[in-house]
């Protein structure tokens, strides 16, 4: 019998195991074992959320909501992506009802902006670095731009790189045969 693969999703900023819903039995029904997790929170390295506050512009943020917490002259400490904003970058591609879904279900997200937090993530060649990774770029993801994308594979080069070109950030509701396909190709190629 023909060994299978287990997938461990992930799901990023505000959103939560429940975006996998139509990746999850496309996975199982061809024998793979998958597990979505619920994360308790995302980090970005607080030089990156000094420069976000500087840089972004309000028709860019949109109708999303930033908290300070610890003052107005401090990064921001959480965020809660607003309905346009979401509709127009995240699912810009993806089905209607699975934008009303997201709509109902992301939650503010915190960002790890304190020294500690980030010191305690290292990611190393020893560690990190032995798992195999493929990166999927989202063609027309409208949050990772192509530049920054690129950067993001040079900066920590995985072992492939694939596109699926017709797909927006949330490529799991905009191509999930698609992605299903994909992750099937990785799992035969590193497992």
């Known amino acids: 019998m023909e060994k299978k693969g287990h997938f461990v999703l992930i799901h990023g900023a505000s959103h939560g195991a429940w975006c996998w819903y139509k990746v999850i ?3 199982k029904s061809v024998g793979h074992k998958v597990t979505a997790m619920d994360m308790a929170g995302a980090g970005i390295h607080p030089k ?3 420069e976000f506050k500087e840089k972004m512009d309000s028709d860019k943020a949109m109708d999303s909501q930033f908290l300070f917490h610890n003052g107005l002259d401090k990064p921001p400490t959480s965020a809660c992506l607003g309905p346009n904003f979401m509709a127009s970058k995240f699912y810009q ?4 009802e699975d934008l009303t879904l997201a709509l109902t279900l992301v939650r503010h997200v915190g960002f790890f902006n304190d020294e500690e937090s980030i010191k305690a993530v290292a990611l190393t060649k020893e560690k990190y670095g032995t798992v195999p ?3 999927i770029v989202c063609g027309k993801d409208n949050i990772l731009k ?4 690129r950067w993001i594979v040079e900066s920590s080069p995985p072992n492939e ?3 699926i070109p017709d797909s927006d950030h949330m490529i799991m509701f905009s191509k999930p045969k698609e992605l299903c396909s994909c ?4 799992a035969e190629k590193y497992t």
């Open 25 to 27: 039995p496309q996975l």
């Open 48 to 50: 990156q959320v000094h």
């Open 93 to 96: 591609l993806s089905p209607p």
């Open 133 to 135: 990774r493929v990166y």
């Open 146 to 149: 192509q530049d920054f994308q």
């Open 161 to 163: 790189v694939k596109l």
């Open 183 to 186: 992750l099937e190709e990785i």
